[in-house]
């Protein structure tokens, strides 16, 4: 499984793509961050691909996948599976 690539969040990120970068950065796996308030066009790529104005979204060997459930947090669990990561 690939590293997510890219990571879509914002400069003055919500909580849930501050523990999106955490959990990356505690796993070691590496990202490449794309700021959709400095990158013209990126909302616009985040609706067209998923249907929604959300963030994070990190793009998993080529799929986008939302790395959180609203009003639930983010998803340890479907993420760790994903990525390959096993959880103590």
Request: net charge positive; proline share 10%; with cysteine.
């Amino acid at each position: 499984m690939s590293a997510p690539k890219p990571t879509w969040s914002a400069y003055k990120c919500n909580p849930d793509c501050r523990e999106a970068k955490r959990f990356l950065a505690k796993h070691s796996i590496p990202y490449r961050e794309i700021d959709i308030e400095a990158t013209p066009g990126a909302i616009n790529e985040i609706v067209k691909r998923t249907g929604k104005r959300a963030i994070p979204q990190f793009v998993i060997d080529g799929e986008w996948v939302q790395p959180y459930q609203p009003g639930e947090g983010f998803l340890y669990e479907a993420m760790s599976k994903r990525l390959g990561i096993t959880l103590p």
